[in-house]
C-alpha cells in the first residue's frame, strides 16, 4: 500500500483554468504538508496543515488554496493557472512529536504543465 | 529569515568517499535533515541529526555543529546508485522543514 499517494501525476492545462490535486495518507500521520519543487530543483513548502490549524509560507498567491476534508487528506486547489506554476507539487505527511517536525514522507509528486 | 545553503553540483569516483556540506541560518533550530532525491523521484529519508556529532548508518553517515550551523553527510564506498540529488533541511520547530537546493552527486566509473 502507497503511504502517501497524490493524483493525478501529471497535469497539463491552459493558462487560466483551474485545477485540483489530491492528496492521501495511510500512515496515521497528523500533519500533512504540500510542497513546490521548480526547473532548479528547489523544494519549497507551501502549506502546512495540522489538526485544522493551517499555516502558509507567505510567499504562496491566494490563488493557491489547500483544503483538508479529514486528517489523511490534504488537497491542492490552483485558481487562474500561470505559466509559473508549472513545477512538481509534493505532498508530504508527518508525526509532528512535541516542537520537533517529524521524517517526512512524500508523495510521488504532481507534475503540473501550463501551456 | 532561512538561508540554507549547499553546493549544487558534485563529481565522485565510484568506491571513493564524498562529502557534502550545508550551512544553515534559521529562526528556530531542533535539527537538521538530509534526504535523497533521484531523477524524477520524490525524497526520501536519509538520516536526522539534532545533537552535534557524528550519525553513522551503513555507508552514510552525518555530521552536525550547531553553534556553527554547519552540517555535512558523508557517503563512503560510492557506488553507481549513488548519482542523484541531496537535500539538508532545517527543523525550523515552526512544522515545517526547510530545505537548500540540493546537491546533485554523479558518481562516474
Known amino acids: 500500500d502507497t503511504a502517501v499517494s497524490q493524483t493525478p501525476k501529471y497535469l497539463v492545462t491552459q493558462m487560466g483554468n483551474d485545477k485540483s490535486i489530491k492528496c492521501e495518507q495511510n500512515l496515521g500521520h497528523d500533519t500533512m504538508y504540500w510542497y513546490k519543487q521548480d526547473s532548479k530543483k528547489f523544494l519549497k513548502i507551501m502549506f502546512s496543515y495540522n489538526n485544522k490549524e493551517l499555516i502558509i509560507n507567505e510567499t504562496v498567491p491566494n490563488r493557491f488554496s489547500p483544503k483538508s476534508p479529514d486528517k489523511a487528506h490534504l488537497n491542492l486547489h490552483i485558481n487562474s493557472l500561470e505559466l509559473g506554476d508549472s513545477a512538481v507539487y509534493f505532498c508530504a505527511s508527518s508525526h509532528v512529536g512535541g516542537r520537533n517536525t517529524g521524517e517526512l514522507f512524500f508523495g510521488e509528486g504532481s507534475r503540473l504543465t501550463v501551456l | ?109
Open chain 2, 1 to 109: 529569515g532561512q538561508n540554507i545553503d549547499q553546493p549544487t553540483e558534485m563529481t565522485a569516483t565510484e568506491g571513493a568517499i564524498v562529502q557534502i556540506n550545508c550551512t544553515y541560518q534559521t529562526s528556530g533550530f531542533n535539527g537538521l535533515f538530509w534526504y535523497q532525491q533521484h531523477a524524477g523521484e520524490a525524497p526520501t529519508f536519509l538520516s536526522y541529526n539534532v545533537l552535534d556529532g557524528l550519525e553513522e548508518k551503513g555507508r552514510f553517515s552525518s555530521f552536525l555543529s550547531r553553534s556553527k550551523g554547519y552540517s555535512y553527510l558523508l557517503l563512503k564506498e560510492l557506488q553507481m546508485k549513488d548519482s542523484a540529488s541531496y537535500l539538508c533541511a532545517a527543523d525550523n520547530a515552526g512544522n515545517m522543514l526547510t530545505f537548500g537546493g540540493g546537491t546533485r552527486l554523479m558518481v562516474k566509473p
